[in-house]
């Protein structure tokens, strides 16, 4: 069977993230993750080199000095994995269904989502925070995600609260319908809703600004992914009574209040709605009305609506009453642009538990 590139697994291959790859020093995980797949004998030990070597990605990821955290080779680097390991011709048999399943463990390492840890103990405030994939990267390939660099930054960071002390454990969220339509946010976020003190998603927004989004809808409006998928309606939810809105619990007028630096810090109560009784959308600068079907949350239609709409929701079932909810960055695409914003990042961050 023919296991062809997919289209981020493609654009791996052009020059500039060949270049990010080669300054970084992320270019050497390629050869030895061939070298390791050429030496399994087994799926099990093919197994054994995928984790090893995406574990490896993200810790080297996250060693980078605070603000100075660049996204890129993380992501460029799993994608050259991925497609030498879709293209790998094994001498023993492997089904289509184990690999597969190889792939889903490589994104599952590299992307953090295994390391979300905590230590024992009631000394320790337990915060999880996620960030995203670069995207629209057909309109600029070198371009960063400053959440998905704020994830990197953040992560194994500790800060006093009180007489306790908070600790933070992070991850990296793909740019892909497809995954949210597989249960990626539930599955990765779902159980740590029962035990940890905040969950905090974020997301590249407007150039300006920092946006606290109030309110999140159920709607998809169709925006294009780094698959080139587009996707339209009412988001694949699992569970019965999927509501039309969610709403973040996180501390946003202390946050606004207490954060300082270039970017204002703004809670955005706006959304679009389809009123009760009526086929015609209308703008609502401070939230949805009763009984209003959704088109966008604060934070759009695309995916960044879509997991703050997941996160609150597995808040609300878990039954507790935790900080949950989503920030949107400033647009930097580029990672000497963020050190502003991830140092203001941290200060969000720590007001949402102070």
Known sequence: MQHDTTPEEARAELPEPRRILARSGFDAAEPLFAADLADSGDVEQAREAVAAHASRLWTEATRAESGDTDDRPLYWARLVLSARLRAWRPGFALTDGQRAELLRLLEWESRGF????????????????????????????????????????????????????????????????????????????????????????????????????????????????????????????????????????????????????????????????????????????????????????????????????????????SGRSIPAGHVHLPRTTAPDEHAEVLAQVREIVAATVS
């Open 114 to 317: 295994a390391d979300i840890g905590f230590p024992p103990g009631e000394r320790w405030l337990r915060l999880v925070v996620t960030g995203f994939d670069p995207f629209r990267l057909d309109e600029d390939v070198a371009c960063s995600n400053p959440s998905g660099a704020a994830a990197l930054d953040l992560h194994g960071w500790t800060f006093p609260v009180g007489g306790r002390t908070a600790v933070v454990r992070a991850a990296v969220f793909p740019v892909r319908w497809s995954d949210f339509d597989e249960g990626v946010v539930e599955r990765a976020l779902g159980h740590h809703h029962t035990s940890v003190d905040a969950v905090v998603t974020l997301s590249r927004g407007r150039p300006d600004r920092f946006d606290l989004e109030v309110w999140n809808g159920v709607w998809r409006g169709g925006g294009t992914d780094n698959l080139g998928r587009t996707s339209t309606g009412r988001a694949p939810v699992p569970g019965p009574r999927v509501p039309e809105w969610t709403r973040s619990s996180l501390p946003c007028e202390r946050i606004a209040d207490t954060v300082s630096g270039r970017y204002p810090v703004v809670a955005n109560t706006e959304v679009v709605e389809v009123p009760a009784g009526s086929r015609e959308e209308v703008r609502r600068p401070q939230g949805p009305t009763e009984g209003s079907a959704a088109r966008a949350g604060g934070g759009g239609d695309y995916l960044s609506n879509e997991i703050a709409y997941r996160n609150t929701l597995l808040r609300d079932r």
